[in-house]
């Protein structure tokens, strides 16, 4: 994404054919690269249409009302309230998607995408990452949670950076219940399985 507190030790990050390594966050974003962080960020001050149509080209309330009914949400009681401490993190999680999707980004980056969320917010990220991926975006999860691999088509195991397997969702799925292979992070098991 270009956040000042990651950078890129070797390689090329290539978008639609181009070279993005020296993109900006703003030119990542207006190519169509989103990224939805697992803690959602608060914007005390900022109405929840506001920040819907942040990064919409088109400002409308029906785009801002159909975005949040997407994600569960009604229209009359959110919309004009502030993006603030008074929301809950399942709130501020399913406002952010509802920013998503009305932007309609062509890669979506979702980081940890159930964190911290109750169960009626989860049922919500899971449809609207279907409905995304259904609009013809790119969707990379980055996840712990056999649940949201399952939402997958195709899946990665890093560790320490590097990618150690690759595969089916089913085949990935296997890591999390408890099987672990050889990798030269600092904190790998001594076997090759572990009870967890």
């Known amino acids: 994404m270009g956040l000042s507190d990651y950078r890129r030790i070797e390689g090329e990050i290539i978008f639609e054919g181009k ?3 020296n993109y900006s966050i703003t030119d990542r974003a207006k190519a169509g690269i989103t990224l939805v962080f697992q803690e959602p960020a608060r914007f005390e001050g900022l109405s929840v249409k506001d920040f819907v149509l942040s990064g919409v080209k088109d400002k409308n309330d029906k785009i801002a009302k159909e975005s949040l009914l997407k994600v569960g949400l009604d229209p009359e009681k959110y919309i004009n309230r502030s993006v603030d401490k008074t929301l809950s993190g399942g709130e501020r999680k399913r406002i952010e998607l509802a ?13 940890e995408p159930d964190s911290g969320v109750d169960m009626d917010s989860i049922k919500y990220i899971f449809d609207i990452i279907k409905e995304i991926k259904d609009k013809g975006s790119t969707i990379i999860l980055v996840t712990h949670s056999a649940e949201v691999l399952k939402r997958a088509d195709h899946a990665f195991l890093i560790c320490g950076g590097q990618i150690v397997d690759k595969g089916s969702v089913s085949k990935m799925a296997k890591y999390f219940s408890g099987k672990c ?16």
Do not use: Q, T
Request: proline letters at 9%; charged letters at 30%.
């Open 19 to 21: 070279v993005i390594n």
């Open 99 to 111: 920013s998503v999707y009305a932007m309609n980004p062509k890669l979506l980056i979702m980081d």
């Open 181 to 196: 292979i050889p990798c030269k992070h600092i904190g790998k098991p001594e076997e090759k399985e572990f009870k967890v």
